[in-house]
């Protein structure tokens, strides 16, 4: 959640919720944590007011940017392990679902 929010503009919920597989609900009750520790925050959208967008605050980008080292070394494990090909084959998989 917190890459997809490194944007611009906050995004709606509405528009954030499909594109992380979830509906809103679900994405709101994921960021009430997130939003507790000072990660994020949900905002009413200017132009709709029943809306609520989802902004990434500094110590949210802090975060981030400590985890996407260990990301990539992780991810980069994963596919040694997985032999040759294998990883691949799995996200060509996954776009086709998606």
């Known amino acids: 959640m917190m890459v997809a929010l490194n944007q611009p503009e906050p995004p709606p919920i509405g528009r954030l919720a499909p594109f992380l597989a979830m509906?809103?609900?679900?994405?709101?009750?994921?960021?009430?944590?997130?939003?507790?520790?000072?990660?994020?925050r949900l905002v009413p959208d200017t132009e709709d007011r029943r809306s609520r967008r989802v902004r990434i605050t500094p110590e949210?980008?802090?975060?981030?940017?400590?985890?996407?080292?260990?990301?990539?070394?992780?991810?980069?494990?994963?596919?040694?392990?997985?032999?040759?090909?294998?990883?691949?084959?799995l996200r060509q998989g996954f776009a086709r679902i998606g």
Do not use: N, Y
Request: charged share 15%; glycine share 8%.
């Open 23 to 40: 509906d809103a609900s679900t994405l709101t009750a994921a960021a009430k944590p997130l939003a507790r520790r000072g990660l994020l």
């Open 60 to 89: 949210g980008v802090a975060l981030l940017l400590e985890a996407i080292p260990v990301w990539r070394v992780t991810h980069a494990a994963l596919d040694a392990q997985s032999g040759p090909g294998t990883t691949d084959a």
